[in-house]
C-alpha cells in the first residue's frame, strides 16, 4: 500500500497540469469525506489514495485511459485492490472492471460530478460551493451544455450503482465539496 505522500509523487509522474492535479486532489477529499461519513473511517486512506490516483494515466495517456492505469500501478508495485479501484471507475466506457465495493461505486459516480459542481461553482459570483444549493446544481446538471464534457449519464449510472436517488448523490457529493474546498488549492499529500 502506498502512503498519500507517495501516491502523490506517482500521480505526478505522470500528471504535470494542475487542472489534473487539482480534480485529483478534489476527489481524493471527496473520498475520504465519503469514507468517513459512511462509517469506512478504517479504510479512508485507501479511500482517498485510490481517488487521488484514478486519472493516473488521463493526462499522458488519454487514448489508453484506465487500461494504461492498469499497467502503471502494477509496475509501481500497487496491490490487485487497488488497481481494481483505479480501473473501474472507467467502468462501460474504458475498462470493463466493474465497480462492486461501495467505495468503488462512489468513485464511478463522482468523479464526473466533482467536475460538474466545480464548473458550477467557477461561475458563481463567489467562486466557491460554499454558497451553492442543491436546485442551482441540479439546474446546471440539465443544461447538458453546461460542462458538456461531463457526462450525465455516468452521474446517473453512478446513482443507480449506489441505489441512491440523484437528488441524493448531488446532495452529498455537494456537501463534502462544501467540507473539502479550503483543503483543495494547496493540499500537500
Partial sequence: MFTKK???ELLKQYNKEEFHLQHARTVALVMRYFAQKLGYEDEADFWEIAGLLHDIDFEMYPEE?????????AKSG?????IHAVCCHGYGICSDMEPTHIMEKILFATDELT???GAAAL???????????????KKKFKDKRFAAGCSRDIIKQGAQMLDWPLD???NQTLEAMKAVEAEIPNKEF
Fill in 6 to 8: 507517495e501516491a502523490y
Fill in 65 to 73: 485511459h484506465c487500461r494504461k492505469a492498469e499497467e502503471l500501478l
Fill in 78 to 82: 500497487a496491490d490487485e485492490k487497488l
Fill in 115 to 117: 467536475g460538474l459542481i
Fill in 123 to 137: 461561475m458563481r459570483p463567489s467562486k466557491s460551493v460554499q454558497d451553492m444549493e442543491l436546485k442551482s446544481l
Fill in 168 to 170: 441524493e448523490l448531488l
